[in-house]
């Protein structure tokens, strides 16, 4: 990846002071702050969650509270720090009590989320759960069904994988699921290999049939 440089660094700074002022939708009058994500502009590992709680909205950080701890143990678990991936929502704005996102209010933030990738041009983005996962894909089949499962896609004009796996909220109170999300993660390492061009060979599992949950 080439380094990133004055005029992306300009520009990543600028879309954050636009998220942080933004009011495209209702979510601006409950939120705290908004949150615009964090981690490493340059990064080739991103992140795609839901939208923020109740704890980022505080904090304008995402995945500081019990799901983030579960994140932060996952991404030591392949050698990785936050610090050397960028993580980012959906929604830049929390919805009250957590509720789920509003198509008008996924619609209004996507175009945050689309620059976001082309100024940081990951090579895989980690989708966790149905949310990010249908959005990016542009698919309406289930995070159960398509887990795991690396796809190629273009996205803001960029050539990467998606690669959806179980949120972290999702997978803190069902055992088998955060089985399943510690054994996808585990798979993390070979899909970046192969996108750097270390490994041969098509990633290991295809994409499934489209079809629901
Ligand atoms: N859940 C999310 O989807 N995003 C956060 O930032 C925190 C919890």
Known sequence: MPPVTDDRRRAFDDLRREVEGCARC???????????????????????????????????????????KLLDELLASIGLGREQVFIANVLKSRPPNNRDPRPEEIAACQP?????????????????????????????????????????????????????????????YTPA????????????PELLAHTRGEAPGAPQRDVAPPGED
């Not at 542009?138 to 959806?164: E, F, K, M, N, S």
């Open 177 to 188: 699921m955060l089985a399943t999300l510690k054994e996808d993660m585990a798979r993390l």
């Open 26 to 68: 209702v979510l601006a009058e409950t939120r705290t702050r908004a949150v615009f994500g964090e981690g490493d502009p340059d990064a080739e590992l991103m992140f795609v969650g839901e939208a923020p709680g109740y704890h980022e909205d505080q904090q304008g950080r995402p995945f500081v509270g019990a799901a983030g």
């Open 112 to 172: 945050y989320l689309w620059q976001q990738i082309e100024l940081i041009e990951p090579l895989v983005i980690c989708t966790l759960g149905n949310f990010a996962t249908k959005l990016l894909s542009g698919d309406q089949a289930g995070i159960t069904r398509v887990h795991g499962r690396p796809r190629a896609a273009v996205i803001a004009g960029r050539d990467l994988y998606l690669y959806p796996i179980f949120h972290p909220a999702a997978a803190l």
